[in-house]
């Protein structure tokens, strides 16, 4: 069952912020505070399924600081606030915010414990919403400012109150994959998690992450920018039919056919009665990522919690043969895209009239071309010289800087194609270069290369893998301080756990993970340079089968001009070489004759 959607929801730009609703809506939200018999209020910028892109009416943070960033924390009190950023947003948040009512905080080195005492008076009571931070949070939290304050879980948040024009949450289409995209039934997919059920000794499991109930059920929609998400929850028992609860307007004819005999819809009103009916069951929650909300209430039926990662996010990170094939072919989409942008940009760019916010309008151009593409997978970074040093840049009209000749270029983007999700990043010479930004380009260069490249025994992480991208870097004296990849998702999350390449990923790789691969270097206030692919892990042909390595599914150029020859030895030089013609033979097919003509120059081997 396939369901009509709207068009793409591509990038949109913040303009110049609006900081006069800061002031009365912080003052309506005190008087609420203080009727509430509280102190303070918590706002974290999240929602109660923790999702990277937050629905429109679940972005209370922006809605009472204005600051509209991606992670963030405000703590308002009857007299003072604070709004609590890390190091991406510390330009942003106060050219967005009222400074004059919330004192903005990077953080770390600040943390809300240390500065509680700015906001409450001692024994202050803080409020907060359950459903909205998970009972770690809360513990460690409320174990820091124990000396000085308490937390108070609020029924009702007060934000939502006083949001008189709140949107409406999302209830998009909801769409059914077959086979030949899922690649296992539901059905499959339920029996193997009712023999993780097993093992862990659980009666049953609440789900609260979209990533994991979407692949379960086998379902996507449209309800958060960015990722294909149907927001709910789901309580799966080890014997019995599972429960998939969403907005009650969703519920109808279509929907129950297409679960079929594998779960029962029901109203997202009815969970808490449904989670109260577990009392005397082992039930399964994760502590990273179920709200305080739902593990309170389980604990108060009587249910004992087992407190263990996801049951689902293992096996979903290991693709099956069909969505390997899905992503597969949207990165070969993906590549005719880029292969069409990079050509158009090589025009354009030495004539120095490219913003940063051309090019990112542009590339969403060349990739909406393609009928299958969805979304694009985030906010596409567009850093231009320095402003390519922040490392997760977001331009807005406030920020957008020409691109000057001569300067690198730093493009971070993704998609959502029907097929699966792509993410890159490629930093472009736009003319002559320092000796400087090639020796760094060609270490990072190298360090993807090195996980590229990556041979490795079964049960080896991402953890102890990271070296090999940092070691060329570090050589140098310099190093950067960002993860070195992520995991990807197929038509699903860009960013998913539980694997990735940084030391503080423990789980074993395994064929079919898929993961980002992006050093990098930056040098602040002068450029900044990424080079990113996906790739998948697969069995090696040498090790009789207990090695594994990498295949690189990114099919678009790395730009050979700020390369400096000399650093890079004979197998690095070759991989590259056979990289390239292997973009050029997979893409050059599908690109107009310009492109393939660009194409085959910007290939050509080294």
Known sequence: MVKAFSPPRFQSFETRADRSAVAPRTGALRAEIAAAGLDAFLIPRADAHRNESVPASEARLAYITGFTGSAGLAIVGLKRAGLFVDSRYTLQAPAQTDTGIFTVFEAPPASLAEEIGRFVPKGGRIGYDPWLHTPGEIKDLAAKIADRATLVAVEENPVDRIWRDRPLPP????????????????????????????????????????????????????????????????????????????????????????????????AEASLETALARLSGKRVLVDPASVPAAIATTLAAAGATLVEKRDPVLLPKAKKNDAEIGGMREAHKLDGIALAKFLCWFDAEAPKGRLTEIDVVTALESFRREEPSCVDASFDTISGAGPNGAIVHYRVTTETNRRLKPGELMLIDSGAQYLSGTTDITRTISTGKLSAEEKDRYTRVLKGMIGIATARFPRGTTGGQLDILARQHLWQAGVTYNHGTGHGVGAFLGVHEGPIGISPRYTTPLEPGMIISDEPGYYK???????????????????????????????????????????????????????????????????????????????????
């Open 524 to 606: 602040e206030g002068a450029y900044g340079i990424r080079i990113e692919n996906l790739v998948m892990v697969v069995e090696s042909k040498v090790g009789a089968g207990k090695y594994l390595e990498f295949e690189t599914l990114t099919l678009a150029p790395i730009d050979t001009r700020p390369i400096d020859p000399a650093l890079l030895s004979e197998a690095e030089r070759s991989w590259l070489n056979a990289y390239h013609a292997r973009v050029f033979k997979e893409i050059s097919p599908q690109a107009p004759a310009d492109v393939k003509s660009w194409l085959k120059e910007a290939t050509k081997p080294i």
């Open 171 to 266: 209830a998009s289409p909801i769409e059914f994959l077959g086979p030949n995209r899922s690649g296992k039934t539901t059905a499959a997919k339920l029996d193997e998690l009712r023999a993780a059920l097993a093992a862990d000794h659980a009666d049953a499991v609440v789900l609260t992450l979209p990533e994991s109930i979407c692949w379960l059920f086998n379902i996507r929609g449209r309800d958060t920018p960015n990722t294909p998400f149907v927001l709910g929850y789901a309580i799966v028992p080890r014997r019995g039919s599972p429960t998939l609860f969403l907005a009650k307007s969703r519920i109808d004819a279509e929907l129950k056919a297409g679960l079929g005999d594998n779960a029962r819809a029901a």
